[in-house]
């Protein structure tokens, strides 16, 4: 089982930033897609940031200009910087992973909050 484990969660002041981090058990050359997608009480679970093998990556209109999506290939992990965090950034966040075969992947999520 593939295994993914996010970090980097916590309570943040608007206006402030975080940086998420996605760790996985094996080489992310193998994934077809990552991606970061969040879920606030009650709501469903909508896409964040997502970037293909060989693709750029794309964003959610809402965080376009504050979010960043990266991947360290050496570490594979994968990333999400988050600037300009606001109140509606609130959610629980979750990495994802798609493979070839139709597989896909889900960590555990971590809480961001952003409030004074």
């Not at 293909?52 to 050496?74: E, H, L, Q, W």
């Not at 629980?92 to 070839?100: P, R």
Request: charged share 15%; with cysteine; glycine share 12%.
């Amino acid at each position: 089982q593939v295994q993914l484990v996010e970090s980097g969660g916590g309570l943040v002041q608007p206006g402030g930033s975080l940086k998420l981090s996605c760790a996985a058990s094996l080489t992310i050359f193998r994934f077809n897609a990552m991606g970061w997608y969040r879920q606030a009480p009650g709501k469903q679970r909508d896409l964040v940031a997502r970037v293909m093998r060989y693709g750029s990556p794309n964003y959610a209109d809402s965080v376009k200009g504050r979010f960043t999506i990266s991947r360290d290939f050496t570490k594979n992990t994968l990333y999400l910087q988050m600037n300009s965090l606001n109140a509606e950034d609130t959610a629980v966040y979750y990495c994802n992973a798609e493979q070839g075969d139709g597989g896909t992947y889900w960590g555990q999520g971590t809480q961001v909050t952003v409030s004074s």
